[in-house]
C-alpha cells in the first residue's frame, strides 16, 4: 500500500469531537500514515499537541492564530502559541496569512499578524504554512520581506492560476504548494494547469479537513482518509505513477516538516 502523508488537517476541529480515533484509524487503512494537525486558535493549538502526544510517530502539529481571527489577537493568543512553540513535535507557524475574500479583519490587522507571525518563525527557525485568498499580491510582498531568513513554508490550499504559479516557484524556491480537494472540483481548470507546473520536489497534497472534502465525497465532511482521492487525481494529471508520486509527496513532507521519511 502507498503511504500518502496528509500536509493539513484539522482534525481538532469542533466537527470531530469525540470521534478523532475513528477518523484516524479510516486514515491509517487508506495509507495516510502521517498528518500535520493545524492549530489555529488556543483551544485548536491544545488539542493538535494533544493528538500529536496520543500518536507522536504520526502526528505532527502547528500553532498559529487563524487570519480570520486577527481582530481578536491578544496576548492570550501569543502566550499560547510561545508556550507551544518549542515542543518537540511543533514542526510550524500557521496557518496565518491573509483572506480578503472574507474580511473578517481589516487589512492591516492581517497584515500585523502576519509580521509577527513571521518575525516568531525567523527567530525559532519554523516553516510557515500560509493561508491567502484574493490576498497574493500583498502577501508575496510581504513575503519577500523574511524569506531568505526563513527555512521554508507551504502555500496551502492552493489555488493560483499558472503565472502566479511561476512566479511563486521562481521567486520562493525553498517553498511548496499544497493542493486540496478544490483541484477535482473543475476538470480542465487553470488549477489542473498549475499542478502540472510544479516540480515534483515542491508539490504537496492535503484535505483541509473538515473541509473542502474532494470529489466523489464533495459536500461531505472531509476526513484525511479522503486524501487518497486527490491523490489520485493528482496523478493522472500529471501523467506519473502513483507509487512516484506517492514517494516524493511523502519525502516533501517529512522535509518541509524536520521529519524522518523512514519512520512512519
Known amino acids: 500500500m502507498i503511504q500518502l502523508f496528509d500536509s493539513h488537517t484539522h482534525i481538532n476541529d469542533p466537527a470531530f469531537r469525540g470521534e478523532e480515533e475513528e477518523v484516524l484509524s479510516r486514515a491509517w487503512d487508506t495509507g495516510v500514515t502521517r498528518m500535520m494537525v493545524v492549530g489555529y486558535s488556543p483551544a485548536t493549538i491544545r488539542k493538535a499537541r494533544e493528538l500529536a502526544e496520543t500518536h507522536p510517530d504520526r502526528l505532527v502539529f502547528s500553532v498559529s492564530t487563524h487570519p480570520h481571527d486577527a481582530h481578536a ?4 493568543h501569543r ?12 514542526r510550524a507557524i500557521g496557518e496565518t496569512g491573509l483572506d480578503y475574500f472574507k474580511r473578517h479583519a481589516e487589512k492591516e490587522v492581517q497584515q500585523e499578524v502576519l509580521h509577527w507571525h513571521l518575525r516568531l518563525a525567523v527567530q525559532h527557525q519554523k516553516p510557515v504554512i500560509f493561508h491567502v ?9 510581504i513575503l519577500d520581506e523574511y524569506a531568505s531568513d526563513l527555512p521554508g513554508g507551504i502555500f496551502h490550499c492552493y489555488t493560483g492560476d499558472p503565472d502566479l504559479t ?3 516557484l521562481e521567486a520562493f524556491p525553498s517553498f511548496y504548494l499544497s493542493f486540496s480537494g478544490i483541484l477535482t472540483f473543475r476538470p480542465g481548470a487553470p488549477l489542473e494547469e498549475s499542478a502540472r507546473r510544479v516540480p515534483l520536489d515542491r508539490l504537496l497534497i492535503e484535505t483541509d479537513a473538515p473541509y473542502l472534502a474532494p470529489v466523489p465525497r464533495r459536500g461531505k465532511r472531509n476526513e484525511p482518509a479522503f486524501l487518497v482521492h486527490t491523490f489520485r487525481h493528482l496523478a493522472k494529471l ?10 516524493a509527496l511523502y519525502r516533501n513532507a517529512c522535509t518541509v516538516y524536520g521529519l524522518d521519511p523512514e519512520t512512519a
Open 166 to 168: 511561476d512566479r511563486i
Open 73 to 76: 489577537f491578544s496576548d492570550l
Open 133 to 141: 485568498r484574493d490576498a497574493f499580491e500583498d502577501l508575496l510582498a
Open 79 to 90: 502566550q499560547v502559541i510561545e508556550s507551544h512553540l518549542l515542543h518537540p513535535l511543533c
Open 238 to 247: 500529471r501523467k506519473e505513477p502513483e507509487e512516484v508520486l506517492a514517494r
